[in-house]
Nanobody, 123 residues
């Protein structure tokens, strides 16, 4: 499996931008599809964005489409989530996750997870 560590969370105001990063170590990073998920207090974990192993296919939840951008750098073993025009409802702990094969929205299909990074958006 691959080990994942997120960074870049913080407290911002509505309308601001934030960039999350996830560093991977262990097995070959390019073997994995990557996903970003989030979990707000009292809510279930939800899929936010995903990217194929080669970076050519990207997927977004409707709630973030047009505001968030997922990208990856296989040479640096990193995946990023650029979040623009943040809203208070984006407040959550954000996790990156890895799986072999294709991107899927079901978090249960991802065997590798980071520890999460808190994003708080004030109104």
């Amino acid at each position: 499996q691959v080990q994942l560590v997120e960074s870049g969370g913080g407290l911002v105001q509505a309308g601001d931008s934030l960039r999350l990063s996830c560093a991977a170590s262990g097995r070959a990073f390019s073997d994995y599809a990557m996903g970003w998920f989030r979990q707000a207090p009292g809510k279930e974990r939800e899929f936010v964005a995903g990217i194929s192993w080669h970076g050519g296919n990207r997927y977004y939840a409707d709630s973030v489409e047009g505001r968030f951008t997922i990208s990856r750098d296989n040479a640096k073993n990193t995946v990023a989530l650029q979040m623009n025009t943040l809203k208070p409802e984006d407040t959550a702990v954000y996790y990156c996750a890895a799986k072999e094969g294709r991107v899927v929205v079901a978090g249960t299909q991802y065997p590798s997870w980071g520890q999460g990074t808190q994003v708080t958006v004030s109104s």
